[in-house]
């Protein structure tokens, strides 16, 4: 079964740095555009950063400068460094996936989220 796995959530400091990552398992013929998004208690789910197959990239404002998004094709595992942690980036991050999964078959699939806790 095609799935999506985040790990390296947890909790740090105020102005510390957590890596998370995104491996992508099962029958998958190829990995498109791919992105980091975070949702916070009373907050809509908003898009963090993505990148495209092709390895170009986009950034929220508010992380720019501070968060990088990276792939890793031959292990189908997406990257978000994170530094410069402040509290207001707490929220449970997501990552997306546009998976090719068989002939003319292509659609997003979900983790189900790492939480990420700053501490002020």
């Known amino acids: 079964q095609v799935q999506l796995v985040e790990s390296g959530g947890g909790l740090v400091q105020a102005g510390g740095s957590l890596r998370l990552s995104c491996a992508a398992s099962?029958?998958?013929?190829?990995?498109?555009?791919m992105g980091w998004y975070r949702q916070a208690p009373g907050k809509e789910r908003e898009l963090v950063a993505a990148?495209?197959?092709?390895?170009?990239?986009n950034y929220a404002d508010s992380v720019k400068g501070r968060f990088t998004i990276s792939r890793d094709n031959a292990k189908r595992t997406l990257y978000l460094q994170m530094n410069s942690l402040k509290p207001d980036d707490t929220a449970v991050y997501y990552c997306?996936?546009?998976?090719?999964?068989?002939?003319?078959?292509?659609?997003?699939?979900w983790g189900q989220g790492t939480q990420v806790t700053v501490s002020s």
């Open positions: 997306n996936g546009d998976l090719m999964t068989g002939w003319g078959r292509t659609h997003d699939y």
């Open positions: 099962g029958i998958i013929f190829s990995i498109n555009a």
């Open positions: 990148i495209t197959s092709g390895g170009s990239t």
